[in-house]
């Protein structure tokens, strides 16, 4: 869920409207009349790379858009999302690299299609940097607010339904951004962003049959929310599950009502302000909490039928689908926020169901090093796919070590990008990256 290291910026100079407070994220009354897809409203938008970067090498980016679009939540509702299209100086139009970052937020003030705005108050993510690499291979850029305007945090239904519809909407405006309608194009997500970017994968074959996925690379995948949850309690991460837990109940008034009448009265107001935090600040606040101790019934509460029958909806991946599109997964053995072994069951499970999948098991790192050390590999991968290379049928486990990133994959990052995720990290990366 979370990627990681958060980098906080000194705000600048011009103020950008907050998505509550900007109208393009308004959702129209007539959202109905609209398909899967469709564009309700399009603008262009000066970005805010190069202030996230500052220290770093710049991303030359020559156009931004960003779209309203009409996607489906988890109960199958018409609903509008927002996703931004990045177009760097000298692009590739036959290429689309769709980036879903790990916001990690219940709260839509904290979107990308925020993040991205020259004069945003926020704080980077390694997702900039890896965005920035993808960029710099000359690639159009997409992410789109997954979550939906109301932010759904960790519903993998709408995040996968928003995610495909977002490709949709960016093939509907190619008149405007000079992508090539015939593009070839992939997926990438790490954590919060590779949640996504599953679900996206798993539902492609029925819900958006038309598309066809060169690949989709997945980085500290997140199998089941609820493992999630019991992992990361009253550990480090433990803010993620407050966010969590409110982004379903947004999702199911179901388990709204649930937390309403099951949340300890004298805690509630704590509860909601961790959970509504953006993820460097829910990080801080929820860091160290007991989630459970905010519930009448302690830890039984997850057990309730409520909660276990939204998890069971729209928590636990491989349920949904077979993705008929190739995939890379990598994963650290000793990720401290989603078990190694539940990717193992996944991969394990979704190759019985004629998957293919090649999967990479670091046995050094662990969740955020992870982000860095398998980003190298990942973006060659994608790069194999973009090209039009054929992935390898079927399925494979390679078992990998952090120090044993080949160079000339750390060299595709971009030895500056390498530089910073180096600063960002504090040193912990292994040799192959310290040259
Ligand atoms: C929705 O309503 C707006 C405003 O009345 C209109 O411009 C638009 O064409 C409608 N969209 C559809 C798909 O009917
Ligand atoms: C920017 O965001 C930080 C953290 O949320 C907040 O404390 C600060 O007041 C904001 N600054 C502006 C100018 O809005």
């Not at 945003?120 to 690499?133: G, P, R």
């Not at 004629?354 to 990479?360: K, L, M, R």
Request: net charge negative; glycine share 10%; aromatic share 10%.
């Amino acid at each position: 869920m979370l990627t990681g290291f958060v980098l906080l910026l000194a705000s600048t100079a011009t103020a950008v409207l907050l998505p509550s407070q900007d109208a393009f994220y308004t959702q129209p009354a007539n959202i109905s009349s609209y398909a899967p897809g469709d564009v309700i409203s399009s603008r262009s938008i000066p970005t805010n790379l190069n202030g996230l970067l500052s220290g770093g090498p710049s991303p030359s980016i020559k156009a931004a858009y960003q779209y309203s679009y009409r996607t489906t939540d988890s109960l199958g509702n018409a609903i509008a999302a927002v996703t931004t299209l990045l177009v760097p100086y000298g692009a590739d139009p036959s290429k689309l690299l769709a980036y879903q970052t790990a916001y990690d937020s219940a709260n839509n003030d904290c979107s990308p299609s925020y993040a991205f705005q020259a004069g945003a108050n926020t704080s980077a993510t390694s997702d900039i940097i890896f965005i920035t690499a993808a960029l710099n291979q000359g690639w159009y850029v997409l992410s789109p607010d997954y979550e939906g305007l109301q932010a759904h945090y960790t519903s993998g239904l709408i995040s996968g339904y928003a995610t495909l519809d977002s490709v949709r909407a960016a093939f509907k405006q190619t008149d405007t951004s000079g992508l090539s309608s015939s593009a070839k194009y992939a997926m990438w997500g790490y954590s919060g962003g590779s949640l996504a970017s599953e679900w996206a994968a798993e539902l492609q074959p029925t819900y958006a049959p038309e598309l066809h996925f060169e690949g989709t690379a997945l980085g500290g995948l997140i199998p089941n929310v609820q493992d999630v949850l019991s992992t990361i309690n009253g550990g480090p991460f433990a803010g993620l599950a407050f966010s969590g837990i409110f982004g379903l109940s947004k999702a199911y008034p179901e388990l709204a009502n649930f937390l309403d009448s099951n949340l300890v009265p004298a805690k509630k107001d704590q509860f909601y302000t961790i959970a509504n935090g953006c993820l460097s600040q829910a990080s801080s606040q929820g860091a160290f909490q007991d989630l459970y101790s905010y519930f009448r019934t302690g830890k039984a509460s997850i057990s309730q039928p409520v909660p276990q029958s939204v998890l069971a909806k729209t928590g636990i991946m491989g349920t949904h689908g077979v993705p008929s599109m190739p995939l890379f997964v990598y994963k650290a053995v000793g990720d401290e926020v989603s078990p190694s072994v539940d990717t193992d069951n996944l991969v394990k499970a979704l190759c019985s169901k004629g998957a293919s999948i090649e999967y990479h098991k670091d046995v050094v790192g662990e969740h955020i090093t992870e982000a860095v050390t398998g980003s190298a590999n990942a973006l060659a991968w994608i790069s194999d796919r973009l090209d039009g290379k054929a992935a390898s049928e079927g399925c494979s486990t390679e078992v990998v070590a952090l120090t044993a990133v080949d160079l000339e994959s750390v060299e595709q990052l971009g030895g500056e990008l390498v530089a910073l995720l180096q600063d960002l990290l504090g040193g912990k990366l292994g040799p192959a990256f310290s040259g």
